[in-house]
């Protein structure tokens, strides 16, 4: 008990976290079971599993800059826990759409699917991106990679944008302000990370919260991280 008392001191942030990631998957089980999906359930698991993915895509892509801005160190811990959540979302969302939409026919997706809805092509591109940073998260494919394993994880941005366009192309002329509002959250995440604008902004911090005596500031200046907060950044740079 002491030993698990301890953990959760250490680790709860982590912990409520993954919780709060796995309650959209929960929920959507639960409606499913107790058929709560409406007239068209397969629609409704494709928004839901949509959604989800990007929400939590966009949230392990705020752990840094909520770090820049805020100095607060916790979200980091999590960055890779919530990529990992993105595309375990992003997973149910093609294999919703690939089997319960199309039968896992793939002449069908191809005869029909790709010609009337092109959005498809730039959702699987964010998908197919996705993958191979899912799995290189672990230390020992960041060991592997070496110097290369940063650059590939620098395109959970492109994943991130070609996302965002995905939702935007599928949604109806009615509903693409919330698409255009995660397209300018991603921006500003992306023009926070600029070494000039994250200087600047950890410089107005210090000033605005001198960092404590004895403890020196973090170099404003964007250099690699240790290999052990590296390990963090699997699936969210």
């Known amino acids: 008990m002491v030993k698990m008392s301890k953990w959760l001191r250490k680790h709860w942030f982590w912990l409520a976290v993954n919780v709060a990631a796995a309650v959209p998957l929960l929920q959507l089980a639960y409606d499913f079971q107790q058929g709560n999906l409406g007239i068209n359930p397969i629609t409704e698991i494709t928004n839901r599993t949509g959604i989800a993915a990007l929400i939590l895509l966009m949230l392990s892509l705020a752990c840094t800059p909520t770090n820049i801005i805020l100095g607060w160190r916790q979200p980091l811990a999590v960055r890779k826990a919530l990529g990992m959540w993105a595309f375990v979302y992003a997973s149910f969302h093609l294999l919703n759409f690939v089997g319960l939409d199309y039968g896992f026919d793939v002449g069908l997706i191809l005869a029909d699917g790709l010609p ?122």
């Open 116 to 237: 009337t809805k092109p959005y498809i092509l730039v959702g699987l591109l964010a998908f197919l991106i996705l993958v191979p940073l899912a799995i290189t998260s672990s230390k020992g494919w960041m060991k592997r990679l070496g110097s290369k394993w940063k650059p590939l994880h620098k395109l959970v941005y492109v994943a991130g944008m070609a996302a965002v366009v995905h939702f935007f192309w599928k949604a109806k002329a009615a509903e693409q302000v919330e698409p255009l509002l995660y397209g300018l959250l991603l921006t500003f995440l992306l023009v926070v990370r600029l070494p000039p604008v994250r200087r600047r902004i950890v410089a107005f911090r210090h000033k605005l919260v001198p960092p404590k005596a004895g403890r020196p500031a973090r170099p404003t200046t964007s250099r690699p991280a240790p290999t052990t907060e590296r390990s963090a950044d699997a699936i969210s740079q």
